[in-house]
């Protein structure tokens, strides 16, 4: 089957929330962005018409693109952007992949507006791993500047100061009522007691863990990032910006109205929506009566991140094998981290960059896609490294060698091999956890854990049976996290943290797939009307 989509981009004059209006890029006029309903194996065909006066391009964030680099949306890596005035057709296949994901413009800071949820159901006929839902929802969580959110990016890198924070967190737009707009609604979820729904939970946020609860309820996780989980009983679940996360709730007999609460990681400001069990007809006079208390800056946040990350496990049944790769070919230790360069507008003289192994990405004019497949040389070079450049110096402090290194660095994986990574993150201001999300694949989250990772006794405790499978994982401030993955998707692969502002400062590498023998193997030719830089 192929399902056609056709998008406008625009830049809208006025669109006001917080009771304030500003002009604002959207697809299809709408905030959230319209919702994309496929199957399974389905093909999709995505015009995208840009009618704002920005570039842009679209990504699908979870969509492996076998094959299809090209789609993959992702601005100076896989393509040059689609110009104001210009066309471009997204054309790619679902294949194998079925779950909740999302879509968001992949350049400069344009996804805070434009980006929506791409709904992929099973084949038909194919039931869920789990009961029947009586019904599946769309949250989709997001944040919401008052100002100019590009201006608020280059204000940062010009002065070398941390970006303003959102002014608020939405739920499928709305921000609930707020001290400094009480007329704000809050998002309403009408449940009826005693059914089940599936929860589509998407984090679209730019910047923001969120913490997602539902007062005197249950959740049980049945799906991350568009794979199948072993069902998971919790009360809390973290979802970092990038990651998505399917929930059955049972809606309990209570009748009355809850809150379903959505807080940042180390600050208190909630995004709310209500809860409203209806019985009978629909009661809109929600009033909200429990605040659910989440979990704040302190032991526990770590212990949600640790639960709902790595305390997951895969289905591994027979109808959804786990195969992680056992025989390693490339072993790479990423240290990830925030770091100091000169800069001589910067009010301090220096700005905050973020690195892979001290190398800052520095962005290309041609993207690398081409670039490989063109043979174009110049663009970037090989030697990504696959160890850090500075001694890996991490005891718990901040690394006594802030220093990184500007560079356009990949690393080359050969067609079919398998790949380790253990990413380490080095704490430099605070404890931030890192959200690294890979384009092109899957990966098993083989482990994690506190501290220095330690290579001689941390890989026996792996989980190599049923680690659950991810594009988007936490590296915890100041630990770490191994993944593995078969490099089978001929293509260049964008690896890079999902908090904006970390990817903005560098913190980003691309790996270069090479195409193999067999006649499935290699990347298609490009589209004709790919975009030229
Ligand atoms: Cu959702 Cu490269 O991003
Ligand atoms: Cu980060």
Known sequence: ASVDCLVRMYKLDNTTKLCSTKPIVTVNGMFPGPRLIAREDDTLLVKVINHADYNVTIHWHGVKQFRTGWADGAAYITQCPIQPGQTYVYNFTLSGQRGTLFYHAHILW????????????????????FPKPHKEKVILLAEWWKSDVEAVINQALQTGLIPNRSDVQTINGYPGPVSSCPSERAYTLHVEPGKTYMLR?????????????????????????????????????????????????TASLTTGNFMVAASRLNRNITATGTLNC?????????TIVTIPIVASENASTQLVDKVTDHALRSLNSKEYPTTVPLKIDHSLFFTIGLGMMPCSTCVIGNRAVAHI????FDEPSVSLLQAHFYNIKGVYTDDFPAKPLNKFNYTGEQPKNPHTMK????????????????????????????????????????????????????????????????????VPAGGWTAIRFRANNPGVWFMHCHLEVHKTWGMRMAFVVDNGNGPNESILPPPTDLPEC
């Not at 344009?110 to 791993?129: E, F, Q």
């Not at 209806?278 to 929600?286: L, P, Q, V």
């Not at 501290?451 to 988007?472: A, H, I, Q, S």
């Open 201 to 249: 939970v998407i984090n679209a946020a730019l910047n923001e863990f969120f913490y997602f609860k539902i007062a005197g309820h249950e959740l049980i996780v049945v799906e991350v990032d568009a794979s199948y989980t072993k069902p998971y009983k919790t009360e809390t679940v973290l979802i970092a910006p990038g990651q998505t996360t399917n929930l059955l709730l």
């Open 407 to 474: 560079g356009t660095r990949v690393y080359r994986l050969p067609y079919n091999s398998t790949v380790q990574i253990v990413l380490q993150d080095t704490v430099m201001f605070s404890g931030e956890s890192h959200p690294l999300h890979l384009h092109g694949f899957n990966f098993f989250a083989v482990g994690s854990g506190l501290g220095n990772f330690n290579p001689k006794k941390d890989p026996k405790k792996f989980n190599l049976v049923d680690p659950v499978e991810r594009n988007t994982i936490s």
């Open 357 to 360: 192994n001290n190398v800052t």
């Open 278 to 286: 209806i019985i009978g007809s629909h009661d809109d006079t929600a």
């Open 110 to 129: 344009l996804r805070a507006t434009v980006h929506g949820a791409l709904v992929i159901l099973p084949k038909r006929g194919v039931p869920y791993p």
